[in-house]
């Protein structure tokens, strides 16, 4: 493969297909490589959607992490199980799809508490590339709730899914509290249809990844759009400090290394991948990796820790059920600016809880009375919360031989606990508690799980300079022209809600920065140097 692309986009998630998008409403000519480590599954697929509602497997699960693949080091057991998918449309094909926006002090960590970093750039640089993300996931959502004041009053794309049946004792236990409830923001454009299934949807109700990029790709004004699956891509290659001419990636078909040159490169691999293709793109240009002469790639690796508080109820005489499997019930409370020294929560109620599994007493043989009479005792109560952790420059992941079975290389996460966590984190409970207690719960009790990929940020985080982070304010690596990571390893923190809302609006200011960029020269298709080749 010889030709030369406007773009190569490394991935497939939400980030690559959301900048391929964008660059070809700008222009549905530009030519753009996308490549992929992992596979296509099928979308809406019949059997695999009954396979999931009778087995529980999903049809992507082949794609996930293996246990035991990756590894951990530091006082905690970082979660690498079910965190990611790694395949076309990357891990939006199981997203719970809660699309909130980050708060004006989450840019202002440091300056607000002296710990973590603050971002290169504000709130109110985004605001506007939030208004378009939202429209894109049509974000449900309720604009009336008192965090959405930064709005400036512009509505969200879809009515917000109202309060279960099953949320209404929290909802009363909230207001007791001090607490004001609200309605969950889900990126969901069709009618759903509360099977439960969310995580593979029969009928395409949640956004997805996938669905676009079939869409771009069908799309027959596109005839410049290449995807490639089963292709990771091994190495970025330098023909002099500031310019990435070509990426290596692995054919696994054939077996070959295949490199293809580009105007510009994106790293769209998520919080794992990405820092790990840069320090594996080693030169004598960049002796430790692309991006990492100031050893930052890698660093300051950050996710949610998770608090729950849960508890029981000894009858469930209206026999209520959990009806979607997503929450209905949230606040941001205390997601406030008077929480972030000891590090903010976003509280939610379970999204299966409570809940009997009535498929599988049926095929235990139980009678209609019986599944009558077990949905109509006990039922179980759950308020859970993100709990914002600091990075912290000693939390890094690094590489460690071997790759998994698409290519891509296996890692260690060290990651050692904030000094206050623990004091931190029982201050937040005792927040939650008060929940459970007025819910007049009883056996509650409270637990603090650790942090793991779902959300995890940091690793090529943006700063102001070299010396601070990897990525400038535009996401692009420092000391180079023209390559991007376009993911959350570019966020400085993690704030305290889910970042695919966030990481979306960052993509279309991208995609922005690069459609007003001055054209650059035509790359030579030219052999690279002998010592890049080699080195």
């Keep these: 493969m010889s030709r030369h692309y406007s773009y190569v986009l490394i991935g497939s998630g939400v980030a690559a297909v959301t900048l391929a998008r964008q660059l070809l409403q700008q222009d549905r000519s530009t030519s753009i490589l996308m490549l992929e480590a992992g596979p296509r599954v099928p979308r809406g697929d019949r059997r695999g959607w009954w396979d999931y509602v009778l087995t529980g497997r999903k049809p992507y699960d082949f794609c996930r992490d293996l246990p035991g693949e990756n590894r951990t080091e530091g006082d905690i057991d970082w979660g690498f199980d079910d965190s990611r998918i790694m395949a076309y449309g990357g891990s939006t094909g199981h997203w719970g799809a809660w699309s909130l926006r980050y708060k004006p002090e989450d840019f202002r960590l440091y300056s607000n508490t002296g710990e973590g970093a603050d971002w290169p750039i504000g709130y109110d640089d985004l605001d506007p590339y939030y208004r378009q993300a939202e429209d894109y996931l049509s974000v449900c959502g309720d604009t009336g709730e008192s965090w959405n004041a930064n709005r400036a009053a512009q509505p969200y794309p879809r009515p917000p899914f109202g309060w ?19 309605c969950m923001p889900i990126a969901r454009y069709r009618k759903c249809m509360t099977t439960g299934t969310c995580k593979y949807c029969p009928i395409g109700s949640r956004f997805t990844a996938h669905d676009v990029l079939d869409e771009l790709a069908d799309d027959p004004r596109h005839v410049n759009l290449e995807i490639r699956c089963l292709s990771p891509v091994t190495r970025l290659v330098a023909d002099r400090k500031s310019n990435i001419a070509a ?3 692995l054919d696994t078909k054939t077996g070959d290394t295949v490199s293809v040159t580009a105007d ?7 919080t794992y991948e990405s820092p790990k293709l840069l320090m594996r793109s080693k030169s004598a240009f960049w002796p430790e990796g692309i991006g990492n002469d100031t050893d930052l790639v890698g660093r300051h690796i950050v996710s949610h820790s998770f608090l729950r508080v849960r508890g029981t109820l000894p009858t469930n005489h209206r026999r209520w059920l959990q009806e979607f499997d997503f929450p209905t019930l949230m606040s941001r409370t205390y997601d406030s600016p008077e929480h972030q020294l000891d590090g903010k929560i976003f509280i939610f109620k379970n999204r299966a809880l409570p809940n009997v599994d009535i498929a599988g007493l049926m095929k235990k043989g139980k009678t209609r009375e019986q599944i009558r009479a077990i ?3 006990p039922m179980t109560f759950e308020l859970q919360a993100f709990y914002e952790e600091k990075g912290q420059h000693r939390n890094r992941l690094v590489e460690r031989s071997g790759t998994n079975r698409f290519g891509l290389p296996l890692m260690t996460v060290n990651y050692l606990r904030e000094p206050k966590f623990d004091e931190r984190t029982k201050r937040q409970l005792a927040l939650m ?7 007049a719960c009883e056996n509650v009790a409270t637990f603090v799980d650790d942090p793991g990929g779902h959300h995890a940020s940091g ?3 943006m700063a102001e300079t070299p010396e601070e982070g990897v990525t400038d304010s535009n996401m692009k690596v420092f000391g180079t022209d023209n390559l991007y990571v376009c993911s959350n390893a570019a966020f400085p923190t993690c704030a305290a809600v889910n970042p695919t809302l966030t990481l979306t609006a960052l993509t279309m200011r991208l ?9 650059r020269p035509v790359a030579s298709a030219a052999p690279l140097l002998a010592q ?3 080195a």
């Design 264 to 270: 510009v490169f994106v790293v769209a691999g998520g």
């Design 433 to 439: 508690k008060p929940v459970m207690d007025d819910m």
């Design 511 to 519: 995609a922005e920065h690069l459609a007003g960029a001055a054209p």
């Design 375 to 377: 949905l109509s005792g």
């Design 247 to 249: 990426a290596e990636f």
């Design 532 to 534: 890049e080749i080699s």
């Design 459 to 461: 690793t090529c985080r």
């Design 164 to 182: 279960t049946e099953a949320d209404g004792l929290m909802v009363e236990a909230f207001r007791k509290n001090g607490i004001e409830p609200g």
